[in-house]
C-alpha cells in the first residue's frame, strides 16, 4: 500500500462483511437479514415518493424520524441520533468521546467491527475475553478506556446480558458505554432505560434487523443530551437521505407489524435450536435472529465449506475462540428445514 496512506490504515485489516450472493436461489442465514418483507406501510410511503423528494437535500436533523422515535422511547427528540446505520454511529462515537492516545475496550468475542474502529482512530483496544461460556466476569476491568462497546445481546453469540448487570457496568465505568441492542427485538429485556437514566449510556438500535429494512441502512442512538449533542456536532451534513428518513418514519410506525414478525423469528429459532441440538450441536441460549453453535461430529470449518457447496450459506469466523462455531441467521422454516437436512446429509445422519 502506497506510503501517503497512514500508517495505521496500511497495517490494519479491514472490517469483513457477510457474503451477498448474486444467485437469489441461495439459502442465505449468514447476515442476520430479516427473512420477511417490511411493513406494508413502508411500501406505501416508497410509492408516494416523488421527483421533488429527491430533488432537494434532505432534513439534517431528521426532526420527523427523532420526533417519531422519541414518542416510541418515551424521551425528548433531543435525546435520539439518527445514522446512516448503527455503523455509523460506532464511528462517530469512537471520535466523539476517546481521546487521541485514549482507549476502546469491548468484550471478545463480539463485533468484529469494534477493532477496526480502534484502529481507524489509533487508539489502543481493551479486548476483555470472555470465558468458555461466552458471559462475561461480575466486574469486567476496563479501566483507561474512554470508551466501551457492549453488543447486548451480543454477536456472535446471541447472549443476553441482564440489564442490572449492565446498569452495574455502567455505574462503575469512568467513560461511555455504548450497548448496541442491534438484535434487542428478538430478546426477552432492553437496557434501553439506562440511556435515559444515566449519564455515560448511548442505546443503538437498528432497522436493519427486526424492521426487515437492512438495504434501507438506517440506525439510532437514544442517550443523554450532552452526548447525542457530540454526535450532532461531528456528523456529516446530510447523513440520512430522504428516502431513508421517509421510510424509517413508515416502519417505526408499524410497530405491530415489526413485533409480529420478531415472534415468528424467535418461534422458528426455538425449533431449529432443537433440531440442531437433536444433531449432536451444541447451541448457545441465543436472544437473536441467530443461532451460534458448535457440532461435535465434525469441524465447524468443514460443515460450513460443504453447506456452501449446497447453497446454503452460513457465517464461519476462523479466530481462535470462534473456529469451532458456526453462526446462523434465523430464516423462514422451510429454509431452517434445508438446512437441518443439509446438515444431516453431511453428518451421515437421517432427520
Known sequence: MSPLVRECVRKMSAYTPGEQPSDLRAVKLNTNENPYPPS??????LREIGPDML???????????CARIAVLHRCRPEQVFIGNGSDEILALCSRAFVEDGGRIAYFDP???????????RNVK????????DFVPPDTPRAAGAGLFFMTNPNAPTGILYPRARVAAF???????VVIDEAYVDFARESCMGLALKLKNAIVLRTLSKSYSLAGLRVGYAVGPRPLIAALNKIKDSYNVDRI????????IGDQA????????????RGRLARS??????????????FLFVKPSAMKAEAIYRQLRARDILVRYFARPLTRDFLRISIGTDEQAGRLVKAIASIQGKKT
Request: a positive charge; proline letters at 8%.
Open 276 to 289: 440442531l441440538a437433536g444433531l449432536g450441536f451444541l447451541v448457545c441460549p441465543s436472544q437473536a435472529n
Open 257 to 268: 407489524w415489526m413485533r409480529a414478525n420478531a415472534r415468528r423469528i424467535a418461534a422458528t
Open 40 to 45: 406494508p406501510a413502508v411500501m406505501r410511503a
Open 170 to 176: 455502567c455505574r462503575r465505568f469512568k467513560g461511555v
Open 110 to 120: 463480539s463485533y468484529s467491527l469494534y477493532p477496526v474502529l480502534a484502529r481507524i
Open 55 to 65: 430533488r432537494r437535500y434532505p432534513d439534517p436533523d431528521c426532526k420527523r424520524l
Open 125 to 132: 483496544e481493551l479486548a476483555l475475553k470472555l470465558g468458555p
Open 244 to 251: 431513508s428518513q421517509v421510510l424509517a418514519e413508515a416502519a
